[in-house]
């Protein structure tokens, strides 16, 4: 968890869990997802004109997120690109001891009144470098 800058609780909703009572394979990009929008924004991201989408997602499923867990995302940009981005993501407990998915995820800029894949903005570009170190 140590990697990671940015780390939120996730409150697991009993809509989330499926009838062999863990959570749901596809609730884990849900959670990615809320972790990312919240990450964004704590860099100073406010998505307005530029925002992104995922173009890529990968997910390794490590061990079941049972109901009453206490869970935290941890997210972070890996790799920055001409119109793209790399993040990773991690679902943990919320001591730390136990992981329960890793993924990665690639992300698209795009022009919000377009829709259309443009560079990342120079001053984007300088929020994540200085939030992450790259």
């Known amino acids: 968890m140590s990697e990671f800058k940015f780390t939120m609780p996730i409150q697991p909703r009993y809509a ?3 009838i062999l009572g ?4 596809a609730t884990y990009l849900t959670y990615f997802e809320v972790a990312r929008l919240h990450y964004f924004y ?3 991201w406010q998505l307005k004109d530029v925002s992104n989408v995922v173009a890529r997602m990968e997910v390794d499923f490590l061990a079941p997120v049972l109901p009453q867990t206490e869970i935290t995302c941890s997210i972070k940009t890996t790799e920055l690109g001409g119109k793209s981005f790399k993040m990773a993501y991690q679902l943990q407990s919320a001591d730390g001891a136990t992981v329960f998915s890793r993924g990665q995820s690639v992300q698209v800029c795009i022009d919000r009144a377009t829709g259309k894949a443009v560079p990342l903005p120079d001053h984007i570009r300088k929020l994540i470098t ?3 170190g790259l």
């Open 42 to 44: 704590a860099i100073g």
């Open 130 to 132: 200085t939030y992450e």
């Open 16 to 18: 989330d869990f499926d």
């Open 22 to 25: 863990h959570l749901n394979n």
